[in-house]
């Protein structure tokens, strides 16, 4: 039998999960104990120091290691527990070589019997050696009991409230969740878009701050919402309840990777008011110029396309140009009051959303009474008094069957739609209109870049610039709007 012996270690201080000591000592002693290795005596010590010079159980360990012929290994958890540099871990190497004996870590899956794990070891003892102070890691091995019985590990989770460990679930949040899952899966909506409506609504995260597309992103990947507990890359089944289906979530990750695959769209409307902007010189349209990072500037399209000799680049500064020609936009709509067209056009909106959920729901509600009034038939006939009339029982199971899958497909769908229409309903009307109406400031810088330029191109027929002989005299001289209501229409179900 091997003789082996063992270190733990703990870094005293602020860890809240402080049973790593006893975890690391379950796991070498179930280990020991699957390979049929006595397990001689286990050093265990508390504190932080870095050097190993500074542990005196680790000198003991050290000592009597390299003193008795008959122990071969000495275990540790993690190879971090044993050393936190690299020189020490290195010297230890070459300490054991010389007498021939062995190491093992169980974590980094080091045995140095093999002749290949000198890799393994010299990358584990950077890895530690680069581990900051007081990281997880020391709280690794409680934290991983946690989440190996399922349950929540910390942090804040949308759509739940942690109560002494576990997750609750909080309704409204719930709906929250279920509603981005919904719009991304059943209407393709992106991250963008879902993110500014929860925002137009003054729905706000966990934190009390706006959604952002990572954000979005976050709660369509976490599998938390189908009851499960991550630890690290780990995944383990919940003591909590789901809110999303099974079948739901795999619908958004299916659509994930279909849409990871596709090329990244380049977003025309980063500059919104190509097109708009007149040459002074030309006269012909302006467009994207010749930007740093820093630096960015609408260009004369002639003096882009044909260079020099067709006209000056005549460069406008793209931030001075969009923040005038919003300002302007801003007291345009103003003057005419649009409030109350802007109210009845969202109402519309909303309203002939419903109606069309609605008519689908109508039309699986007659459906499902038809498959039932099916099934009904079917009995009737199964049971017929008439020979003749009768069906067999093959016939009447395959039909049976058949009538089932129907009937649970449209009562799926049903169910999916009920709830939209709930949720849409549910929606703050009011509180939506009025922000888009009093506001509308805040609402341009919600809405994507490519809306940003439709904003513009409804409302705005040209803009004329200053000729200016700099690029900072260069200034805005007139908007001519070219306003027609209904076009507002695309802009607020967009
Ligand atoms: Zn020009």
Same mark, same amino acid.
């Given at each position: 039998m091997k003789k082996v012996i063992a270190y733990v270690r703990i870094s005293t201080g602020? @860890?809240?999960?402080?049973t790593s000591i006893e975890n690391q000592i379950q796991v070498i002693k179930e280990y020991c104990a699957a390979r049929g290795y006595q397990l001689v005596i286990i050093y265990s010590e508390e504190g932080s120091a870095?050097?190993?010079? +500074?542990?005196p159980e680790f000198i003991k360990m050290y000592n009597h290691f390299l003193a008795d /012929? &008959?122990? &071969?290994y000495v275990i540790v958890y993690k190879l971090d527990r044993a050393f936190r540099k690299l020189l020490d871990s290195l010297y230890f190497w070459d300490k054991i070589k010389e007498n021939n004996k062995y190491f093992i870590s169980i974590l980094d899956n080091i045995?140095?019997? +093999? /002749?290949?794990?000198k890799d393994t070891y010299i990358f584990s003892a950077l890895h530690a050696e680069r &581990?900051?102070?007081?990281?997880l890691l020391r709280t690794t091995g409680g934290m991983e009991v946690k989440a190996a019985q399922g349950f929540f590990n910390g942090g804040i989770v949308f759509g739940y409230e942690s109560v002494r460990g576990s997750l609750r679930i909080i309704p409204q949040e719930a709906a929250i969740v279920n509603f981005i899952y919904k719009k991304y899966v059943y +209407?393709?909506? #992106?991250y963008k878009k879902i993110a500014s409506e929860l925002n137009i609504q003054c729905i706000k995260t966990k934190k009390g701050k706006d959604w952002t597309t990572t954000a979005i992103k976050t709660i369509l990947e976490s599998k938390i919402y189908i009851g499960y507990v991550k630890w690290r890359s780990t995944y383990t089944k919940g003591k909590h309840k789901a809110i999303i289906s099974q079948d739901l979530w795999d619908k958004a990750q299916a659509i994930k990777s279909t849409k990871s695959i596709q090329p990244r769209k380049i977003h025309p #409307?980063?500059?919104?008011l190509s097109g708009l902007l007149k040459c002074p010189q030309c006269g012909s349209v302006m467009v @994207? #110029?010749?930007?740093?990072q820093k630096y960015k500037y609408y260009q004369c399209n002639k003096n882009k396309s044909s260079g020099r000799s067709a006209c000056s680049s005549n460069l406008i500064k793209k931030d001075y140009a969009e923040e005038y020609v919003l300002e302007a936009v801003l007291s345009h709509i103003n003057t005419l009051n649009l409030s109350p067209l802007l109210q009845q056009i969202t109402i519309s909106n909303i309203n002939s959303n419903l109606v069309s959920l609605k008519e689908e729901a109508k039309i699986l509600k007659k459906a499902l009474e038809k498959v039932e009034k099916k099934l009904i038939d079917l009995y009737k006939l199964f049971n017929a008094e008439d020979e003749d009339e009768r069906i067999s029982t093959e016939t009447f199971t395959l039909l049976v069957k058949e009538a089932e899958k129907e009937k649970k497909r449209d009562q799926q769908r049903l169910n999916e739609l009920n709830e939209r229409i709930t949720l849409q309903k549910d929606l703050n009307l009011s509180q939506n209109i009025n922000f888009v109406v009093d506001d509308f400031k805040s609402f341009y810088q919600l809405i994507s870049d490519e809306d940003k330029k439709l904003l513009f191109h409804n409302l705005i027929k040209e803009i004329h610039i200053t000729m200016g002989s700099t690029t900072k005299e260069r200034k805005i001289k007139e908007i001519i709007y070219q306003f &027609? /209501?209904?076009?507002?229409n695309t802009l607020l179900s967009a």
């Open positions: 602020k @860890q809240k999960f402080n870095k050097n190993v010079k +500074d542990r /012929p &008959e122990i &071969e045995n140095t019997i +093999d /002749p290949h794990s &581990e900051r102070e007081n990281t +209407d393709n909506w #992106g #409307g980063t500059y919104p @994207q #110029g010749n930007s740093s &027609e /209501p209904e076009n507002m």
